[in-house]
């Protein structure tokens, strides 16, 4: 186990609800990562918290934000969902910044499902 | 655009021969490539970190090795076991990701381990 946490394990939201995400990093570590892997394709880069700020965004539409907390945990917060957002939510904690050569972490994700 | 790609999409084996995995990258210039190895509905779990100046990397059975030139990746898998079926994933880092977290990810090959 890597000792990165994530809640829930599973969700199932409705159309235009709105869902948080929850990720619980791994100890002395600062910075977070957020993916998103629909079924059969690797995970795609959300965005990347480092020391409670927003450090680097993929394509991804600004109805997903995040926050990241003084003990380094995170939120991924999704608003107005849309079926397609459908998919294993995964988060990743590391020692530093994720694009450099720091091992990454990834917790157990969480599969949300959008009816 | 920086992209990954890794071949073959999947590939059975039986228990106890090699197998070798590719991946193609244009990400350029990277700061590096990694492997990552995930069971199905669990994180990924990493395997090799290699600078773009390293040609190879070992860890216990799994052996990565990089070309810079030709842009290409390899795993080498000696002696498989039931336990390796997964999905292996190869991610690459553009130099600037630091700052960017940006972490580009392969689709992956899925690799079944036959008794």
């Known amino acids: 186990e890597t000792g990165v946490t994530q809640s829930p394990t599973h969700l199932i939201k409705t159309r235009g609800q709105q869902v948080t995400l929850r990720c619980s990093s791994q100890s002395g570590h600062n910075t977070v990562s957020w993916y998103q892997q629909a079924l059969g394709q690797g995970p795609q880069f959300i965005f990347q918290?480092?020391?409670?700020?927003?450090?680097g965004r993929g394509n991804f539409p600004p109805r997903f934000s995040g926050l990241q907390f003084p003990n380094y945990s995170s939120e991924l917060n999704v608003n107005a969902l849309e079926l397609d957002d459908s998919a294993l939510y995964l988060c990743a904690s590391s020692a530093g910044l994720a694009g450099a050569s720091y091992e990454q972490y990834f917790g157990p994700g969480t599969r949300l499902t959008v009816t | 655009k920086n992209q990954v790609e890794q071949s073959p999409q999947s590939l059975i084996i039986l228990e106890g021969k090699n197998c070798t995995l590719q991946?193609?990258?244009?990400?350029?210039?990277?700061?590096?490539l990694r492997w990552y190895k995930q069971d199905t509905g669990r994180g990924p779990v990493s395997l090799t970190i290699?600078?773009?100046?390293?040609n190879t990397k070992s860890n216990g059975r799994y052996t990565a090795t990089l070309d810079a030139d030709t842009k290409q990746s390899s795993l080498h898998i000696t002696a498989s076991q039931l336990s390796d079926s997964a999905s292996y994933i190869c991610?690459?880092?553009?130099?600037?990701?630091?700052?960017?977290?940006?972490?580009?990810f392969g689709k992956g090959t899925k690799l079944s381990v036959k008794p």
């Open positions: 290699m600078t773009f100046s390293e």
């Open positions: 918290y480092y020391r409670e700020e927003e450090n």
């Open positions: 991946c193609n990258y244009t990400v350029s210039p990277f700061s590096n």
């Open positions: 991610v690459v880092s553009p130099l600037g990701g630091g700052s960017q977290g940006n972490l580009i």
